[in-house]
């Protein structure tokens, strides 16, 4: 079993910045891609960012140029940067985790969910 632990979020004014954490343990396992999802109120999920273990990152247009996503050197714990946040970002951040589990088999794995708002 894998748990996801995230952090990090907050009450930030329009223009502010917080960073995310999400720490991936248990049993041993592989990751393919780490990442964030976000829910806001009345909306579906959305991918913001995320990264696989060879780096290779991806983000949400709406997002760009302001949020940076990372990991640490182990790759089990990664990060989002976010920068000039603005209210429209304002939402519940997921972290997710799709790896390869200590059966071979490919598993998708969930976080608590952090709570993000941004004040205008």
């Known amino acids: 079993q894998v748990q996801l632990v995230g952090s990090g979020g907050g009450l930030v004014q329009a223009g502010g910045s917080l960073r995310l954490s999400c720490a991936a343990s248990?049993?041993?396992?592989?990751?393919?891609?780490m990442g964030w999802y976000r829910q806001a109120l009345g909306k579906q999920r959305e991918l913001v960012a995320s990264?696989?273990?060879?780096?290779?990152?991806r983000y949400a247009d709406s997002v760009k140029g302001r949020f940076t996503i990372s990991r640490d050197n182990a790759g089990n714990t990664v990060y989002l940067q976010m920068n000039n946040l603005k209210p429209e970002d304002t939402a519940v951040y997921y972290c997710n985790a799709d790896l390869w589990d200590l059966s071979g088999s490919r598993q998708d794995y969930w976080g608590q969910g952090t709570q993000v708002t941004v004040s205008s």
């Open positions: 248990g049993s041993a396992f592989s990751i393919i891609r």
């Open positions: 990264i696989t273990s060879r780096d290779s990152t």
